[in-house]
């Protein structure tokens, strides 16, 4: 007799043909992976399906990146789903703000095991083959910036053994840099009385709630630098009582990361060459491919000659050198310097310098003081053709920096 259970997946947020914007410098092997990289995802979440044997797969919203989905992504999408139904393996989807209905795009069909939620909350009854039966709840962004507080909506529908809401928002106050988009609370969504809330829009894996289990999955690929860490989905068992498990599926095909060195003494180029190096190996690939940043932290342990390599792109190059772009790689894609003018001060004793430093900064902070400083510069007869105005923060950035030049040139001296 089977276990009166059902199993099945929770992901989000595949963002599938993502156009990596901004990073088509990579070199041609690596950036053609990148591309191919959330359909990879898609893969192995289908392949983890099939080898759970579970009875469904939530996709809850932003399946695709755009909302002119190109034919390509639908393609794609459409043959892994078309694997799930060779497995009778049922596959439920609501579409986000990036993938909404009020897109423009040329309509490719799904396979029978798919149904896609309508733009307003409704229950589809789904009996399991061990005969469990589920009340699954979603619906579609009918356009991009859906506000309103959708989970208004949700009504439990009696007649199942088990009630799975699907919810593509944000919660009150908790959206980061998402838009707060089909906002809610913890309290409403317990409110629901449902058994378990598969979330999606928010791209970090957070469990909100454990009783009912509230879940975003986070996205599957991360697809910028502050997409940093593992990236899946959820394999989730629950029984007819209600009983649930969370296992996390980790899904990307190259994970973004930071290691970070803190330097504590002066170093050399093959000293800090070989410390950059062990930081990277140090993350370790475990079959999968990296995208690090190295940060280093109080630079002016390091000297101008070689602070210079680093700033004109000649470090980082020497690092990528080292890097095959086989199966498994770790590709140094930036150097960044974390200069901390408080940790810089504590190089130089003279108070009184410092106090002056501080107070010329500070005036030159003023519009009227910076432009004066710069004007021979914007009246010079063939420079002034190139240059744009400057703005607040561009003035604060530039004078940050001049400080830290200031501070780092007394630092070399001994």
Same mark, same amino acid.
């Given at each position: 007799?089977?276990?009166?259970?059902?199993r099945?997946?929770?992901?989000?947020?595949?963002h599938?043909?993502?156009?990596?914007?901004?990073l088509?410098?990579?070199?041609?092997?690596?950036?053609?992976?990148?591309q191919?990289s959330?359909f990879?995802?898609?893969?192995r979440i289908?392949?983890?399906?099939?080898e759970?044997?579970?009875?469904f797969?939530?996709?809850?919203?932003d399946?695709?990146d755009?909302?002119?989905?190109?034919?390509k992504?639908?393609?794609?999408?459409?043959?892994?789903?078309?694997?799930?139904?060779?497995?009778?393996?049922?596959?439920?989807?609501?579409?986000?703000?990036?993938?909404?209905?009020?897109?423009?795009?040329?309509?490719?069909?799904m396979?029978?095991?798919?149904?896609?939620?309508?733009?307003?909350?409704?229950?589809f009854l789904?009996?399991?083959?061990?005969?469990?039966?589920?009340?699954?709840?979603?619906f579609?962004?009918?356009?991009?910036?859906?506000?309103?507080?959708?989970?208004?909506?949700?009504?439990?529908?009696?007649g199942?053994d088990?009630?799975?809401?699907?919810?593509?928002?944000?919660?009150?106050?908790?959206?980061?840099?998402h838009?707060?988009?089909? +906002?809610?609370?913890?309290?409403?969504l317990?409110?629901?009385?449902?058994?378990?809330?598969a979330?999606?829009?928010?791209?970090?894996?957070?469990?909100?709630?454990?009783?009912?289990?509230?879940?975003? +999955?986070?996205?599957?690929?991360?697809?910028?630098?502050?997409?940093?860490?593992?990236?899946g989905?959820?394999?989730?068992?629950?029984?007819?009582?209600g009983?649930?498990?969370?296992?996390?599926?980790e899904?990307?095909?190259?994970?973004?990361?930071?290691?970070?060195i803190?330097l504590?003494?002066?170093? *050399?180029m093959?000293?800090?060459?070989?410390?950059?190096?062990t930081?990277?190996?140090?993350?370790?690939?475990?079959?999968?491919?990296?995208?690090?940043?190295v940060?280093?932290?109080?630079p002016?342990?390091?000297?101008?000659?070689?602070?210079?390599?680093i700033e004109? *792109?000649?470090?980082?190059?020497?690092?990528q050198d080292?890097?095959?772009?086989?199966?498994?790689?770790?590709?140094?894609?930036h150097?960044?310097?974390?200069?901390?003018?408080?940790?810089?001060?504590?190089?130089?004793?003279?108070?009184?310098?410092?106090?002056?430093?501080?107070?010329?900064?500070?005036?030159?902070?003023?519009?009227d003081?910076?432009?004066?400083?710069v004007?021979?510069l914007?009246?010079?007869t063939?420079?002034?053709?190139y240059?744009?105005?400057?703005?607040?923060p561009?003035?604060?950035q530039i004078?940050q920096?001049?400080k830290?030049l200031v501070l780092?040139?007394?630092?070399?001296?001994?």
């Amino acid at each position: 007799m089977a276990l009166e259970q059902i199993r099945f997946i929770h992901t989000a947020d595949l963002h599938l043909d993502s156009p990596f914007l901004g990073l088509n410098k990579l070199p041609d092997k690596l950036f053609s992976r990148l591309q191919e990289s959330t359909f990879s995802a898609l893969e192995r979440i289908v392949d983890t399906a099939i080898e759970k044997s579970v009875d469904f797969v939530l996709f809850v919203g932003d399946l695709f990146d755009g909302e002119d989905r190109s034919i390509k992504a639908q393609a794609r999408l459409r043959k892994q789903l078309k694997r799930l139904e060779e497995e009778d393996i049922f596959a439920f989807i609501t579409y986000g703000n990036h993938d909404h209905l009020a897109g423009d795009w040329v309509k490719l069909d799904m396979p029978d095991n798919v149904y896609v939620f309508n733009e307003s909350p409704e229950a589809f009854l789904f009996t399991a083959k061990n005969g469990v039966t589920v009340h699954v709840y979603g619906f579609s962004y009918p356009e991009r910036h859906v506000l309103t507080r959708k989970i208004d909506e949700y009504e439990k529908v009696p007649g199942a053994d088990l009630h799975i809401a699907m919810l593509h928002g944000s919660e009150d106050g908790h959206s980061g840099s998402h838009q707060p988009y089909a +906002p809610f609370t913890i309290r409403e969504l317990k409110e629901k009385a449902m058994d378990y809330w598969a979330l999606g829009h928010i791209h970090k894996s957070r469990v909100l709630h454990s009783d009912p289990y509230i879940v975003y +999955p986070g996205n599957t690929q991360g697809r910028h630098r502050k997409e940093e860490g593992e990236k899946g989905c959820y394999f989730v068992t629950m029984t007819k009582e209600g009983q649930t498990e969370l296992e996390f599926i980790e899904t990307a095909d190259i994970r973004w990361e930071s290691v970070r060195i803190d330097l504590k003494e002066k170093m *050399g180029m093959t000293q800090f060459y070989t410390s950059c190096m062990t930081a990277m190996e140090s993350l370790g690939s475990k079959g999968q491919s990296i995208l690090c940043q190295v940060m280093i932290a109080n630079p002016y342990h390091l000297s101008q000659k070689l602070l210079k390599t680093i700033e004109n *792109g000649e470090f980082i190059e020497m690092l990528q050198d080292e890097v095959f772009l086989d199966d498994d790689f770790i590709w140094p894609y930036h150097v960044k310097l974390e200069e901390n003018l408080k940790d810089e001060k504590k190089l130089i004793s003279d108070d009184a310098f410092l106090n002056v430093l501080e107070e010329a900064a500070s005036e030159l902070f003023h519009a009227d003081v910076f432009d004066q400083a710069v004007s021979d510069l914007f009246s010079h007869t063939y420079g002034s053709r190139y240059l744009d105005a400057i703005d607040g923060p561009e003035r604060e950035q530039i004078l940050q920096s001049a400080k830290k030049l200031v501070l780092r040139c007394l630092s070399e001296v001994d």
